[in-house]
Each structure stands twice: as structure tokens, then as C-alpha cells.
């Protein structure tokens, strides 16, 4: 639950600072929750702001539950970019995919080639030397 909490929080805090909230209505909002540990929540304002996601609890019956969130929103920025984010958050952290996320640029090939040559031929482990004062 603490995860859903950040979750909407950050929604929240990315939304609000886009557009003018102070006199968006809300055109639609939904939440449902099982006693399982599942939910859905979605929301819409007039000024365009759109949130959804749906979470659910993994593994209930193992030592380890985790839970997964899979959602995504979208708003427009103030200089009029749209700004749409899809994530999933689980047990391997928050995952998000959007049109305005940084994107790492290629690696270039020669120090890709170096990486795998270096993979396939690992230094080989030496041995301690015992040492007497």
C-alpha cells in the first residue's frame, strides 16, 4: 500500500505541475479495491489530466508478496508538449516508458566489441599470497 501511495503522489505532484488545477473540474474518477489486495483507480479533468492503473499482490502465499502496479497518465506540459507515461512498478522496481524520459544514446560499436571481448575472456582469478611478519 505504501507503494500505491508514492505512486499516486508522484501522479499528483507531475500533474499538478503541467496545468491549472486549481479550477479543472473532475470529469470522471473511479477506485475499487478487492480484499485480496487488488485495486483500480482512474481520473480525468476537463484540462486534460488522465491517470489509470491497476495493481494486484504476486506470490500472496510465498515468504516473499510483491506488489505490481501497472498504469500510466498523461497531461500537457506548459509549453503545450503532451506528456503521456506508461509504467509498471513491481518486485524489479518502477519502470516507466514515456515521450519526454531521457533516453540513453547507442553505444558505439568498437566499445561494444570490447565489452563482449572482454565477457568472453575474464581475467583469470589469482590466488592469495600468505604473508608471515
Known sequence: MKFLVVIAAAVAV????AVDEYSAKVLKSSFDSE????FKYAY????????????FVKNVNSEYP?????GGYKYTAPDGTPV???YVADENGY????????????VP??????LAWIAAHPPPVEKPVARYN
Open 14 to 17: 507531475a500533474s499538478a505541475a
Open 35 to 38: 480484499p485480496e489486495g487488488s
Open 44 to 55: 480525468e479533468t476537463e484540462n486534460g489530466i488522465y491517470g489509470a492503473a491497476d495493481g
Open 66 to 70: 510483491a506488489v505490481a502496479i501497472q
Open 84 to 86: 503521456e507515461i506508461t
Open 95 to 106: 519502470q516507466p516508458q514515456g515521450n519526454l524520459l531521457p533516453v540513453a544514446p547507442p
Open 109 to 114: 560499436e568498437a566499445i561494444a566489441r570490447s
